[in-house]
């Protein structure tokens, strides 16, 4: 998919602008839309949902064993304990991180992504290199990202074909005993939770 | 076969490295907000369902050119002209031409939270029993088909082993068509990069997707 409209100057972006903007015109005064709606649906997008959200349920599972159990045999009930639930995470899947294995979500058909936990998808996760190299070259990729697995250590890619969403529970980082839930939050960042990195060290995390 | 999806991108070459963004924006300016949300407030009429959204999407002749939110865009004014409700003169003026279509719900402002958060459920009863236990050893669907399918082309014809068993869910392929939810057994498949990709892939490296029962056959 092409990236010009980053680059894009401003004639390019107005007539796209007049073109969305003539859209919604047409379809709230068909009485299709309620605009006020677009706001919440917005609001909600930006400030309500994102990967906050899965870092609380990844901290949670590293302080609290039978919440993790749970997280593993059901990870849409577990996730709802905390108040995540609904679209596009009606059937959440928790894939977890050990030293022999690393696990990286990807939707290679659109751009299926867990948004109760994690928000809307970043560019990245829906551009066609990510979409095309994860599945057949992800020790590529992720060294793209800075991250450089250990030669034994198995990739496991979650191709999200249906309408199950995959969630990566990353290994709990060294020197962290003792800390509470919301520091260890802190350290959960939302490429750990696709796989396309690790949750950072504490002293990472100023 | 008529039926092209341009979306259809695993284990294709000629992308380039992964570019990532400094400050990683989920959007880029306030029309890729809008085309979102009108998307999500027009799929909450009722007049189409999601795999037809992902079918128009996926089927749009210029969508490798296309920025993601452009895809929707272009996606949501076809299906709009498809179902007779915004017709392209409409949205070039910028005004109704034609009547109103009546639709079954128009999402209210204060009902957005409530349906986001209890979302659209697609486990379905099963009609019958599952054919494939956990462990089976299966093979995909060789041959591509003429409609929309959530079975990428890489992953056609090749043996896997059930991980997991999810019950029935509504079955995309029927869906997108019209044919109705059609409920199927959905299952995780796993497959052995090696399987897959051959020489060039690691052993034991793998690759885990979602599938239908009618894309797999025992071996």
Known sequence: ????????????????????????????????????????????????????????????????????????????????????????????????????????????????YPWPVLGLPPVWYKSAPYRSRVVRDPRGVLAEFGLRLPPGTQIRVWDSTAEVRYLVIPERPAGTDGFREEALAALVTRDSMIGTGVALAPREAT | MTYVSHADLGGRGGFGPVVRQADDPVFHGAWEQRVLALTLAMGATGCWNIDMSRSARETLPDYLDLSYYEIWLKGLETLLAANGLAMPEELAAGRVLHPPKPVSRVLAADRVAAQLAKGSSTARAPAGPARFRLGQRVVTRPAPVDHHTRLPAYLRGKTGVIERIHGAHVFADSHAQGLGEDPQWLYTVSFDAVELWGGEARAGDGVSFDAWQPYLEAV
């Open chain 1, 1 to 112: 998919m092409g990236h010009d409209h980053d680059h894009a100057d401003h004639s390019e972006l107005s007539e796209i602008d007049r073109r969305v903007r003539a859209l919604e015109t047409v379809l709230a005064q068909k009485g299709y839309i309620d605009p006020a709606a677009l706001d919440v649906l917005i609001d909600t997008y930006q400030t309500k949902v994102g990967p906050r959200n899965g870092a609380r349920v990844v901290a949670r599972a590293w302080v609290d064993p039978a919440f993790r159990e749970r997280l593993m045999r059901d990870a849409t009930a577990a996730v709802a304990e905390l108040g995540y639930t609904g679209r596009q995470g009606e059937h959440l899947i928790a894939v977890e991180n050990t030293p022999g294995r690393h696990n990286v979500v990807v939707c290679t058909l659109c751009s299926c």
